[in-house]
């Protein structure tokens, strides 16, 4: 898998990403809580298959929370079909990629932003932001009022792991 990094690619392998944001995620909730919440590949998997009928029923999206934790919450994803510019004015995303392929346009401009609900703006498309290509393994962080956008090429889709983390309001 390859990342960017202060504009380089770097190498990583999907192993040690996975085993990164999962002991990132489980000494945060080490830290705040007594319970510890684990999850294999194999039972990621399993939960994300009901989101697959729930995205081709609804508008080609269907989440679920995993956990909720002090500070910040993990959510489990599936797309089949493009999603909603999102801007989240109080939450960071931190995305580790299951399966699938998708195109991220960050940064720029949200354009026909509504807010939905107090902190969350969602609009209709992105000017002037850049694209990344997102596949297998990768891992993506969107600081807080980053307006972000996934685009699914034509009869694909995406499976991912988003950890929101809250952000001190500025």
Not at 2 to 25: P, Q
Not at 107 to 124: A, C, D, H, L, S
Request: proline share 5%.
């Amino acid at each position: 898998m390859e990342l960017m990094h202060k504009r380089k690619w770097i190498r990583v392998e999907k192993k040690y990403v996975v085993l990164c944001i999962c002991a990132l995620s489980l000494a945060t909730a080490l830290a705040q809580s007594a319970g510890v919440d684990a999850y294999s590949p194999k039972e990621l998997e399993r939960m994300a298959q009901p989101l697959h009928a729930q995205a081709d029923a609804g508008n080609g999206t269907a989440s679920r929370v995993l956990a909720n934790y002090p500070g910040h919450y993990t959510m489990l994803i599936y797309r089949d079909k493009d999603g909603e510019v999102e801007v989240h004015q109080r939450f960071a995303d931190i995305i580790l990629v299951m399966s699938g392929k998708a195109t991220l346009i960050t940064g720029g401009t949200t354009q026909n932003g509504k807010v939905v609900k107090p902190g969350e703006i969602r609009g209709t498309s992105i000017a002037g932001g850049s694209q990344s290509k997102l596949e297998e393994g990768d891992l993506v962080h969107i600081p807080a009022n980053t307006p972000h956008q996934l685009l699914i090429p034509p009869g694909n889709s995406i499976t991912y792991i988003t950890i929101k983390v809250e952000t001190p309001a500025s």
